[in-house]
């Protein structure tokens, strides 16, 4: 065992779930892009708010609602931290990524986009970053194009700059394909399309987990993730904003929290963050993710990326030995994420044998159906990886994949 192993093999003993047998096998977890396990520390934060903390946020004239705010706050302040914004009021708590694609589409998008102009993505994007941006185009007349990737999963720049143009007023891209497993470079693609007066979105979902993020560095105008990737509560997330940009915008949501005043005939709004945080938030959510981020600060970011490569490089290594085997995406700079399939297998087939030998991974298009078009297929399996995983883990999934070969070639 290397240095990183015998740490990571520490970290793995704080992961109930992974005590226990699956289908009378070893729970071998590779399912982390979908969304990550829970470490005991972040349950027990979680499980104690419930216990002696539990009271409203923002309004309660009493101790617990005290506690309670100041928890919530806490959270907002370690959020801030985490992505270097330059203020707290640049975060906003939302649901998750999805939610704060919807935000961004909606308050900003139906405030400054009209017929004509053009929102860039890219081929690799998920649902969640698609969609909201097709509903709201259709609202004012604009365009949704999408920048093409290379055969290796990599996105082609020569597309992405051909694509961008003074009618560009958004650029919006993951930080990390969720299927391909791709890194984009956040810093140049927020410059480039700064240059022709774009604003910058970027979904954050899968890059959180792996490394940590400057957004004053990068530069983009908003940024998204969702607490349940990176070790935290589900139906929780962020949306970061530059200062400047959220004071612009309307609110998204109306009710409760998010107002100045309200009269019968007319309301004034607050100041954001709370402008866009109608209603009784995910209070439990904030504090879990304080938390989560807390456990990976112990650990130290430089240390789970290093980890996660060799992860990588060894599953990758060990699955291109399978005869039939064929990987999606092989960029040089990617995420602890392998795409795959069995030739003349579907994925759905590999995937229900592999769940049998207790390994756990995604097979499905994966929220990404322009990307899968792409490619010219209905969907692969999956295998990602995380903080948790280990040696036995990827030679679990790859005498798997060759029993799936056996049974179904
Ligand atoms: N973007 C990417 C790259 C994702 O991987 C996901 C989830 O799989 C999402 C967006 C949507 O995240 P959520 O469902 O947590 O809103």
Same mark, same amino acid.
């Given at each position: 065992?290397?240095?990183?192993?015998?740490?990571?093999?520490?970290?793995?003993?704080?992961?109930?779930?992974?005590?226990?047998?699956?289908?009378?096998?070893?729970?071998?977890?590779?399912?982390?892009?979908?969304?990550?396990?829970?470490?005991?520390?972040?349950?027990?934060?979680?499980?104690?708010?419930?216990?002696?903390?539990?009271?409203?946020?923002?309004?309660?004239?009493?101790?617990?609602?005290?506690?309670?705010?100041?928890?919530?706050?806490?959270?907002?302040?370690?959020?801030?931290?985490?992505?270097?914004?330059?203020?707290?009021?640049?975060?906003?708590?939302?649901?998750?990524?999805?939610?704060?694609?919807?935000?961004?589409?909606?308050?900003?998008?139906?405030?400054?986009?009209?017929?004509?102009?053009?929102?860039?993505?890219?081929?690799?994007?998920?649902?969640?970053?698609?969609?909201?941006?097709?509903?709201?185009?259709?609202?004012? *007349?604009?365009?949704?194009?999408?920048?093409?990737?290379?055969?290796?999963?990599?996105?082609?720049?020569?597309?992405?700059?051909?694509?961008?143009?003074?009618?560009?007023?958004?650029?919006?891209?993951?930080?990390?394909?969720?299927?391909? *497993?791709?890194?984009?470079?956040?810093?140049?693609?927020?410059?480039?399309?700064?240059?022709?007066?774009?604003?910058?979105?970027?979904?954050?979902?899968?890059?959180?987990?792996?490394?940590?993020?400057?957004?004053?560095?990068?530069?983009?105008?908003?940024?998204?993730?969702?607490?349940?990737?990176?070790?935290?509560?589900?139906?929780?997330?962020?949306?970061?904003?530059?200062?400047?940009?959220?004071?612009?915008?309307?609110?998204?949501?109306?009710?409760?929290?998010?107002?100045?005043?309200?009269?019968?005939?007319?309301?004034?709004?607050?100041?954001?963050?709370?402008?866009?945080?109608?209603?009784?938030?995910?209070?439990?959510?904030?504090?879990?993710?304080?938390?989560?981020?807390?456990?990976?600060?112990?650990?130290?970011?430089?240390?789970?990326?290093?980890?996660?490569?060799?992860?990588?490089?060894?599953?990758?290594?060990?699955?291109?030995?399978?005869?039939?085997?064929?990987?999606?995406?092989?960029?040089?700079?990617?995420?602890?994420?392998?795409?795959?399939?069995?030739?003349?297998?579907?994925?759905?087939?590999?995937?229900?044998?592999?769940?049998?030998? *207790?390994?756990?991974?995604?097979?499905?298009?994966?929220?990404?159906?322009?990307?899968?078009?792409?490619?010219?297929?209905?969907?692969?399996?999956?295998?990602?990886?995380?903080?948790?995983?280990?040696?036995?883990?990827?030679?679990?999934?790859?005498?798997?994949?060759?029993?799936?070969?056996?049974?179904?070639?």
């Amino acid at each position: 065992m290397n240095e990183l192993e015998s740490l990571f093999s520490s970290v793995r003993n704080e992961f109930p779930a992974l005590n226990q047998k699956v289908h009378g096998k070893t729970l071998r977890y590779l399912d982390s892009a979908a969304t990550t396990l829970k470490p005991k520390a972040v349950v027990d934060r979680i499980s104690h708010f419930y216990s002696y903390e539990t009271s409203n946020v923002h309004r309660g004239a009493h101790y617990l609602g005290d506690v309670a705010t100041q928890a919530f706050e806490a959270a907002r302040q370690k959020v801030a931290e985490f992505l270097h914004a330059k203020q707290i009021e640049e975060i906003v708590f939302v649901r998750g990524t999805t939610e704060g694609v919807n935000l961004v589409a909606h308050s900003w998008g139906l405030t400054n986009l009209k017929d004509g102009d053009e929102i860039l993505i890219t081929e690799m994007e998920h649902h969640g970053n698609i969609v909201p941006w097709q509903m709201v185009a259709e609202k004012v *007349g604009a365009k949704v194009l999408a920048a093409k990737i290379l055969d290796n999963g990599e996105l082609d720049l020569e597309d992405f700059k051909k694509k961008l143009s003074a009618k560009t007023k958004m650029v919006a891209f993951t930080a990390c394909s969720n299927v391909l *497993g791709t890194n984009n470079d956040m810093a140049l693609l927020t410059k480039l399309a700064h240059e022709v007066g774009a604003k910058v979105l970027i979904d954050g979902a899968q890059i959180v987990s792996q490394s940590s993020v400057d957004v004053q560095k990068i530069d983009c105008d908003f940024f998204v993730f969702s607490a349940h990737k990176l070790f935290g509560p589900f139906g929780f997330g962020v949306l970061y904003g530059k200062k400047e940009i959220l004071d612009q915008m309307p609110p998204y949501q109306g009710g409760g929290s998010m107002i100045a005043k309200v009269t019968v005939d007319k309301t004034t709004f607050n100041e954001v963050p709370f402008r866009f945080e109608a209603g009784t938030p995910h209070v439990e959510g904030a504090i879990g993710l304080h938390a989560a981020i807390d456990f990976m600060e112990k650990i130290g970011f430089e240390k789970i990326h290093a980890y996660e490569m060799e992860l990588l490089k060894e599953a990758t290594a060990k699955l291109e030995m399978i005869p039939d085997l064929k990987i999606f995406g092989t960029a040089p700079n990617k995420g602890p994420i392998i795409s795959f399939n069995l030739k003349g297998t579907h994925h759905s087939d590999v995937g229900q044998i592999l769940d049998q030998e *207790g390994v756990a991974v995604r097979a499905g298009h994966h929220c990404t159906q322009p990307l899968m078009a792409r490619l010219g297929i209905p969907g692969t399996v999956r295998a990602s990886f995380s903080v948790y995983n280990n040696r036995e883990d990827i030679d679990a999934l790859v005498k798997a994949v060759a029993k799936a070969r056996e049974m179904l070639l």
